[in-house]
């Protein structure tokens, strides 16, 4: 049997769960003309979180703009060996080796983002599930070890994958998290979200008033667009090569997260698994959406919700998204019909379809 594997250009750390990957093609110039004066514009690129990130910063004072590239580096290096599955000093990776015998002791952040992913896993009905590591382990999809895992061993992993076998404790003497005995803790659908909001306010901390973050595709933009208007994101095109875009959101202070099976995958006997996992099977999600962009003010939200949606397929996601406040999003569906694009309400005015093979439906109400 031969074994196809894709591996994208950055593979996000944490990403091993039921991740979002999104490409955007950044529509804007290096600089502009704000009023009668030039803003200046600073950036850095790094490789943290196991991808290439980029922050952009536009401001009068370039020396203290890079100054706050530093911090900015810095912190999220900092959330890195806190949150990811793998270091093997960070606090998730500490409440593995437990494997449920003891409760362990974490930190302040990493029990309040394990609470927060247990609240999207109820809300969606587990199909954003922070449990799902034993499944993930197993595929190794993003590795040069990835292969379908022996059933009755996925069996097992499906198994130990439930939410609801957590418990995050608030101690006088700390934070303490205790799973099941063999499960697997794995923050990655959720923990880019969450580092993307602290840099954007720590950046707004520091006095910063317009900037653009990308930390391996989860995009957070605020304050003013170097051009004219608001900012121009394309959305990467889930049937083309990376760099190609189907449509194009015009957004500000918000973020922008994208989950699609299109990134990571490999390929088995003729078939393509990808690395969105269904966490009733154990396989990867068979669903009718080819991607989901989900556009909201908070970068945490928006990540846990695209992976969910991608999950939980068309009818069941336009279900939940009907119930959210303040959550915009465009689904790239595969129907009998071909390629529809639905876009919600709020953002139908900000989304311009690029390419004409796709239909664009009536708005989501």
Same mark, same amino acid.
Not at 83 to 110: H, Q
Not at 298 to 322: H, K, N, P, Q, W
Not at 338 to 360: C, E, H, N, Q, R
């Given at each position: 049997?031969?074994?196809?594997?894709?591996?994208?250009?950055?593979?996000?750390?944490?990403?091993?769960?039921?991740?979002?990957?999104?490409?955007?093609?950044?529509?804007?110039?290096?600089?502009?003309?704000?009023?009668?004066?030039?803003?200046?514009?600073?950036?850095?690129?790094?490789?943290?979180?196991?991808?290439?990130?980029?922050?952009?910063?536009?401001?009068?004072?370039?020396?203290?703009?890079?100054?706050?590239?530093?911090?900015?580096?810095?912190?999220?290096?900092?959330?890195?060996?806190?949150? @990811?599955?793998?270091?093997?000093?960070?606090?998730?990776?500490?409440?593995?080796?437990?494997?449920?015998?003891?409760?362990?002791?974490?930190?302040?952040? =990493?029990?309040?983002?394990?609470?927060?992913?247990?609240?999207?896993?109820?809300?969606?009905?587990?199909?954003?599930?922070?449990?799902?590591?034993?499944?993930?382990?197993?595929?190794?999809? $993003?590795?040069?070890?990835?292969?379908?895992?022996?059933?009755?061993?996925?069996?097992? =992993?499906?198994?130990?994958?439930?939410?609801?076998?957590?418990?995050?404790?608030?101690?006088?003497? $700390?934070?303490?998290?205790?799973?099941?005995?063999?499960?697997?803790?794995?923050?990655?659908?959720? =923990?880019?979200?969450?580092?993307?909001?602290?840099?954007?306010?720590?950046?707004?901390?520091?006095?910063?008033?317009?900037?653009?973050?990308?930390?391996?595709?989860?995009?957070?933009?605020?304050?003013?667009?170097?051009?004219?208007?608001?900012?121009?994101?394309?959305?990467?095109?889930?049937?083309?090569?990376?760099?190609?875009?189907?449509?194009?959101?015009?957004?500000?202070?918000?973020?922008?997260?994208?989950?699609?099976?299109?990134?990571?995958?490999?390929?088995?006997?003729?078939?393509?698994?990808?690395?969105?996992?269904?966490?009733?099977?154990?396989?990867?999600?068979? @669903?009718?959406?080819?991607?989901?962009?989900?556009?909201?003010?908070?970068?945490?939200?928006?990540?846990?919700?695209?992976?969910?949606?991608?999950?939980?397929?068309?009818?069941?996601?336009?279900?939940?998204?009907?119930?959210?406040?303040?959550?915009?999003?465009?689904?790239? =569906?595969?129907?009998?019909?071909?390629?529809?694009?639905?876009?919600?309400?709020?953002? @139908?005015?900000?989304?311009?379809?690029?390419?004409?093979?796709?239909?664009?439906?009536?708005?989501?109400?």
């Amino acid at each position: 049997m031969s074994i196809k594997i894709h591996l994208p250009r950055s593979i996000i750390y944490l990403g091993t769960a039921a991740v979002t990957l999104i490409l955007i093609i950044f529509l804007y110039s290096a600089n502009r003309d704000n009023g009668s004066r030039s803003l200046q514009k600073m950036q850095r690129e790094s490789y943290l979180l196991g991808t290439i990130i980029r922050i952009t910063l536009y401001g009068e004072d370039s020396k203290k703009l890079n100054n706050v590239l530093d911090l900015s580096m810095k912190e999220i290096e900092r959330l890195e060996n806190l949150l @990811s599955v793998n270091i093997p000093s960070s606090d998730v990776s500490l409440v593995n080796r437990a494997s449920g015998e003891y409760p362990v002791k974490v930190s302040e952040e =990493a029990g309040s983002l394990l609470e927060r992913a247990i609240e999207w896993s109820e809300r969606t009905g587990g199909a954003f599930d922070p449990t799902v590591g034993k499944i993930v382990k197993l595929w190794g999809i $993003g590795t040069e070890s990835a292969a379908v895992p022996d059933p009755e061993q996925l069996k097992e =992993a499906v198994d130990m994958t439930d939410f609801r076998k957590v418990s995050v404790l608030h101690e006088v003497n $700390g934070t303490f998290v205790q799973t099941a005995k063999g499960q697997r803790i794995d923050l990655g659908g959720i =923990a880019k979200g969450y580092i993307t909001e602290k840099v954007k306010a720590l950046l707004i901390n520091e006095g910063v008033s317009s900037a653009l973050i990308d930390l391996g595709g989860n995009i957070a933009v605020f304050g003013s667009s170097p051009k004219p208007g608001k900012w121009k994101l394309g959305l990467q095109h889930p049937f083309m090569p990376r760099g190609e875009y189907f449509g194009i959101a015009e957004v500000s202070d918000v973020s922008v997260v994208t989950s699609g099976a299109y990134e990571r995958y490999f390929e088995s006997g003729g078939i393509r698994y990808h690395h969105i996992f269904d966490t009733a099977t154990g396989y990867p999600a068979l @669903s009718d959406l080819a991607s989901v962009t989900i556009i909201s003010e908070d970068s945490t939200d928006a990540d846990a919700l695209s992976t969910a949606l991608f999950v939980m397929g068309f009818e069941r996601g336009i279900s939940l998204l009907r119930e959210l406040k303040n959550v915009e999003a465009v689904l790239v =569906a595969k129907k009998t019909e071909g390629t529809i694009v639905y876009v919600t309400k709020g953002l @139908s005015k900000g989304f311009l379809l690029k390419d004409p093979a796709m239909k664009k439906a009536p708005e989501v109400q």
